[in-house]
């Protein structure tokens, strides 16, 4: 992920959308989030900034969510191709932007089981989200006739985003290193594509 444009956050007054952009600006720069630290930045108490973002775990989620729509519309420009190959190699392009990412990387290897249930649940936003974006972008690919493929968009889409976490958290998960070009190459041949 490179370095994310501003962001408002839709239907929260100016004090809130002020406090989620400081709250943002510190997850990039690799700091850990803490709300009562954020609330003394604010000049607010921590009630305030609850009332505003949420708990911890949701504002990360909201930061997350925030961070992956730019991170994934960079990595459709740099794909090309269409139907499955723009898949698959979005999903390579995208996978590669969370490896590279000093700031992410902190943030996984300091919160490695809330990182991992806040991405990868789906009681979580954040995921859901990701398999959204990748669900319209089949959607897009079978109504161009680029894309034809067994499952719905969905499930499809489901199965792309779970092969990109498998890599991309492989250190986490099972102590391999991550490996976009393994994305690149399971999802393309998930999609029947070359990648």
């Known amino acids: 992920m490179s370095r994310p444009p501003p962001v408002a956050v839709p239907g929260r007054h100016a004090e809130a959308q002020r406090a989620f952009r400081l709250a943002r600006r510190h997850f990039v720069a690799g700091e850990r989030l803490d709300m009562g630290l954020l609330a003394a930045e604010l000049g ?3 009630s305030t900034v609850f009332r505003w973002l949420g708990n911890r775990d949701q504002l990360l989620a ?3 969510i925030s961070l992956t729509d730019p991170a994934v519309q960079d990595a459709e420009a740099k794909a090309g191709g269409d139907g499955g190959r723009r898949i698959a190699l979005t999903a390579y392009h995208y996978a590669q932007a969370l490896i590279d990412s000093t700031f992410f990387r902190a943030y996984l290897k300091r919160e490695s089981e809330r990182a ?6 789906t009681a979580s936003p954040v995921q859901s989200h990701v398999v959204g974006i990748f669900e319209r972008m ?3 690919e079978r109504d161009r006739g680029a894309l034809t493929h067994a499952l ?4 499809l889409a489901y199965l792309v985003v779970r092969i990109i976490e498998s890599f991309v958290y ?3 998960i099972t102590g391999d290193p991550p490996d976009a070009t393994k994305v690149r190459a399971a999802v393309a041949a998930l999609l029947h594509a070359d990648a």
């Open 44 to 46: 607010v108490d921590r």
């Open 62 to 64: 909201a930061i997350l």
């Open 116 to 121: 991992l249930r806040l991405l990868t649940s």
């Open 138 to 140: 089949a959607e897009r």
């Open 152 to 155: 719905g968009s969905h499930d």
């Open 170 to 172: 492989a250190d986490i």
